[in-house]
Antibody, heavy 118, light 109 residues
Framework: QVQLVQSGAEVKKPGASVKVSCKASGYTFTSYYMHWVRQAPGQGLEWMGIINPGGGGTSYARKFQGRVTMTRDTSTSTVYMDLISLRSEDTAVYYC???????????WGQGTMVTVSS | EIVLTQSPGTLSLSPGERATLSCRAS???????LAWYQQKPGQAPRLLIYGASSRATGIPDRFSGSGSGTDFTLTISRLEPEDFAVYYCQQYGSSPMYTFGQGTMLEIK
């Protein structure tokens, strides 16, 4: 079955960086764009960016440009989200999500909690 | 950037009642690119509706979506206990740019 399995929770200090992984299975990895969406505690959903697993092309939300990098490894069907210069406001659950038809997200990873605290 | 505003912020209803959730956009949104999600505590969001009115795979037919332009609606015809959750609308615009509404919490009255 289609699955997105993310890496485990992280605790980081301000100024550090974090890399979250998302391993896809059950479908052709390169056929669907992948996104990263985050959710701060008690807050709504915030789109961070998109990666094309086929060609590797990316586009990031303006808010995260310069701080986020999304990459992929086609040999392991895994996408990665790297966020640098972490601050307390980056404390959130980070989700990967697969884009289906008409730019909707039909499959989501289980989420990765990233806590930024001194 | 298109801003999506959902109303009400919280909706209190009883099982068996009808729920109507609104999503209003600051600019015209293509109906093809408006989606709705359900999120329960501690879980990832689940796609309910895409293309403004098409149900995702496995979604019961008590969920329906409608609307066009700047006004969109998610309707749950008869609430089941498992429907009490937070609901988000989401749109796609050029650039690319994806935005979510702030959410509507549907709670048991």
């Amino acid at each position: 079955q289609v699955q997105l399995v993310q890496s485990g929770a992280e605790v980081k200090k301000p100024g550090a960086s974090v890399k979250v992984s998302c391993k896809a299975s059950g479908y052709t990895f390169t056929s669907y764009y992948m996104h990263w969406v985050r959710q701060a505690p008690g807050q709504g959903l915030e789109w961070m960016g998109i990666i094309n697993p086929g060609g590797g092309g990316t586009s990031y939300a303006r808010k995260f440009q310069g701080r986020v990098t999304m990459t992929r490894d086609t040999s392991t069907s895994t996408v990665y989200m790297d966020l640098i210069s972490l601050r307390s406001e980056d404390t959130a659950v980070y989700y990967c999500a697969r884009e289906q038809l008409l730019h909707a997200f039909d499959m989501w990873g289980q989420g990765t909690m990233v806590t930024v605290s001194s | 950037e298109i801003v999506l505003t959902q109303s009400p912020g919280t909706l209190s209803l009883s099982p068996g009642e009808r729920a109507t959730l609104s999503c209003r956009a600051s600019q015209i949104v293509s109906s093809s690119y408006l989606a709705w999600y359900q999120q329960k505590p501690g879980q990832a969001p689940r796609l309910l509706i895409y293309g403004a009115s098409s149900r995702a795979t496995g979604i019961p037919d008590r969920f329906s979506g409608s609307g066009s332009g700047t006004d969109f609606t998610l309707t749950i015809s008869r609430l089941e206990p498992e429907d009490f959750a937070v609901y988000y609308c989401q749109q796609y615009g050029s650039s690319p740019m994806y935005t979510f509404g702030q959410g509507t919490m549907l709670e048991i009255k």
